[in-house]
């Protein structure tokens, strides 16, 4: 498919005026990273995630149809139509109850990004609410989880609309919308693994959209779990905006691009064969690779604090003197997501309880698990 196949033409908006949508649409974590763009959002190498469960945002779109894009006041096609109206996107922000101005230029510039493919946008007013199930100032990116859920209830819009869509292409469109306005929320739609990037291994692949891992998983990757120790709760130090730049001239770029697509190669059989072992050698280089890149870009950046170092070190230790295959993976900050099978989750969370926990701001921690993606609420 290409951008053209997103556009919507030929529409019209006579049966419908206004409503509202609700999407619970989780956040996901790289297994392997992407790191690195091109304009419109490209990424240079293909990624892998797991899809989460238990962090996710929880969005409404109200929307409403303009006075003046009432059929009434207009004339011609739905396309004529919106050229004589307002181009202003108009709407309002809400998150957790409070109104935040401070969200508006993100919002407006994904609109922006995004208006040429849903032209219909510019003929409604919407109020968007938004909540998180994670703490806001957790170090946890909500953009993925946010951008995803609110490019789901865009495509509802359009659903209503154009009621023929097949769900297919539903979910292609939301995960083309969702990349244009965080690389990442792409992979924010479905579970429980997903794709992004053209990879000649991974049949159906997509720079401009995220897939599922269209190969049998092996079971044990069923249900695997991912604890969040929240090493440090604020903002990030390095927006991923700022941190994509520096892999423009950075000296290692080509062969971290090359390094990630050969991960994929091999966490791709690695999926299918269920080898725990070579699993967690991937995953773990993969989190240091991107943190490698970080320390040796220009300017550089450490985003792992002493606690991300010793939560690491007793991981290792737990891994060596035990049978268990737990292991970690880093996001951009100092956060670790501890990933284990499901059936070590007694023994794993004791230890997190007993040995990591510590480490944590305030003790904070959060048990989520891999999921299948984003869900419709109806209210
Ligand atoms: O989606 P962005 O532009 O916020 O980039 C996210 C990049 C990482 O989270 C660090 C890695 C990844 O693949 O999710």
């Known amino acids: ?18 409503g509202s949508i609700t999407w619970k649409t989780p956040s996901n974590i790289a297994l392997v990273k992407y790191w690195g763009k091109q304009e419109p ?13 238990a962090c996710f945002t929880l969005t409404t779109l109200e929307y409403k149809l303009k006075e003046e894009s009432q059929p009434e006041h207009v004339s011609g096609s739905a396309v004529e139509m ?15 109850g409070e109104k935040k101005e401070d969200f508006k230029p993100k919002i407006a510039t994904f609109f922006k990004r995004i208006e040429k493919h849903v032209p219909f946008l510019n003929a409604f007013e919407f ?17 993925a989880s946010g951008i995803g859920a609110l490019a789901l209830c865009v495509m509802s819009l359009e659903k209503a609309i154009n009621p023929a869509m ?10 083309f919308l969702a990349r244009l306005g965080s690389g990442s929320a792409c992979r924010s739609i479905e579970g429980p693994l997903i794709v992004w990037g053209n990879h000649p291994e991974i049949e159906g692949s997509s720079d401009l959209f995220g897939v599922k891992f269209p190969y049998k998983i092996h079971d044990n990757f069923k249900n695997y779990q991912d604890t969040i120790l929240l090493v440090d709760e604020g903002e990030k130090q390095v927006s991923s905006t700022v941190g994509h730049q520096l892999m423009y001239n950075h000296p290692f770029a080509k062969q971290r691009f090359k390094q990630a697509n050969s991960n994929i190669s091999k966490i791709s059989k690695v999926l299918q064969s269920g080898d725990l072992s070579a699993f967690i050698a991937i995953v773990e280089s993969e989190a240091l ?37 737990i292991c970690f993976t880093l996001d951009a900050g100092a956060n670790v997501h501890v990933l284990f099978p499901a059936k070590e989750k007694e023994t794993v969370n004791n230890f997190i309880k007993s040995n990591l926990m510590q480490f944590c701001q305030e003790n904070h921690y959060i048990c989520d698990s891999i ?5 419709s609420i109806f209210k």
Do not use: C
């Open 127 to 143: 109020v968007i609410k938004s909540e998180n199930s994670f703490p806001h100032s957790s170090g946890i990116a909500s953009s």
């Open 41 to 53: 959002q490209i990424p240079e190498n293909a990624s892998i995630s797991f899809t989460l469960d």
């Open 82 to 96: 919106l050229k004589q109206v307002q181009h202003d996107h108009n709407f309002e922000i809400y998150f957790e």
């Open 289 to 325: 690779s991107l943190h490698a890149m970080m320390m040796t870009s220009n300017p550089y950046f450490i985003l792992m604090k002493p606690n991300t170092l010793k939560i690491i070190n007793e991981i290792w230790d737990f891994r060596a003197q035990s049978n268990s295959n």
């Open 1 to 18: 498919m290409t951008e053209t196949d997103f556009i919507l033409n030929d529409f019209s908006l006579e049966n419908i005026s206004n």
């Open 371 to 375: 999921g299948n993606g984003a869900i």
């Open 166 to 175: 097949t769900d297919a292409y539903f979910n292609k469109k939301a995960s």
